[in-house]
């Protein structure tokens, strides 16, 4: 198995982990698919700005940190997790989109368009946490 399938192979695990809880009547809480899931994923197409992949791995790992976002994204917006049908929905959505667009430009081992992705991604995360966190945001 290539690298590529096998990273992409634990990015379907770690989504489908969360499915297979709530078939149980259990789901993933927003908190543990953010400290699961959307952090390190983050982490990963937010470093492409700072350190440039060295090799395709390090470009597939990007994409597939970018695809699994782009799922958790989705996640977001299923079971009791969305707190509204409105804005949460929205930042959810964005966040989707801006992590499919960065998996599209890591594919393409594009850092700038990577790191302009990321800005979007971290857009609709910092408005989201602005909106329902508030009362962790310093003022």
């Not at 698919?33 to 492409?48: H, K, Y």
């Not at 917006?77 to 499919?100: E, H, I, M, Y």
Request: glycine letters at 6%; one cysteine or more.
């Amino acid at each position: 198995m290539s690298l590529r399938r096998s990273i992409l192979a634990l990015a379907a695990v770690m989504l489908v982990a969360p499915a297979a809880i709530a078939a149980d009547g259990q789901e993933a809480t927003v908190k543990e698919l953010m400290l699961g899931i959307v952090i390190p994923a983050s982490d990963g197409v937010f470093g492409v700005a700072s350190e440039a992949p060295k090799n395709d791995v390090e470009w597939e790992r990007i994409e597939a940190d970018a695809m699994v976002l782009a799922e958790a994204g989705r996640l977001l917006t299923q079971g009791s997790r969305p707190k509204d049908q409105g804005d949460w929905v929205k930042f959810s959505n964005d966040l989707v989109s801006a992590a499919l667009e960065a998996a599209k430009y890591a594919k393409a081992k594009d850092v700038d368009k990577v790191s302009d992705a990321g800005n979007t991604l971290y857009d609709s995360c910092d408005s989201c946490h602005m909106k329902y966190m508030a009362d962790r945001v310093p003022q």
